[in-house]
Nanobody, 119 residues
């Protein structure tokens, strides 16, 4: 059973940046995809970004050009660089990984990290 632990959340002003990290307890090279989801107040959980084993990436339209997902197989970690943050980015951000699905990871989940963007 792989454990995923997120870190890097916090409070930031609009226009600022944050970098989220997701550390896995085991090797991530076997995951077909890893990604970041978020769930804001009163909203459903949505996929923000995902990255495949080969480095191919996908982003929600709402974050394209502002967020960048990356993975470091040597460190068993996935990152989400978030720039030009907006109040609507406020949410709990979850890391996820999948053994088979290359676009929508959902086998394993982290506990989440809060991101709050003030206006």
């Amino acid at each position: 059973q792989v454990q995923l632990v997120e870190s890097g959340g916090g409070l930031v002003q609009a226009g600022g940046s944050l970098r989220l990290s997701c550390s896995a307890s085991g090797s991530i090279v076997y995951f077909a995809a890893m990604g970041w989801y978020r769930q804001g107040p009163g909203n459903q959980r949505e996929l923000v970004a995902s990255i495949g084993r080969g480095g191919d990436t996908n982003y929600a339209d709402s974050v394209k050009g502002r967020f960048t997902i990356s993975r470091d197989n040597a460190k068993n970690a996935v990152y989400l660089q978030m720039n030009s943050l907006k109040p609507e980015d406020t949410a709990v951000y979850y890391c996820a990984a999948d053994r088979f699905n290359t676009l929508i990871p959902g086998d394993y989940w982290g506990q989440g990290t809060q991101v709050t963007v003030s206006s």
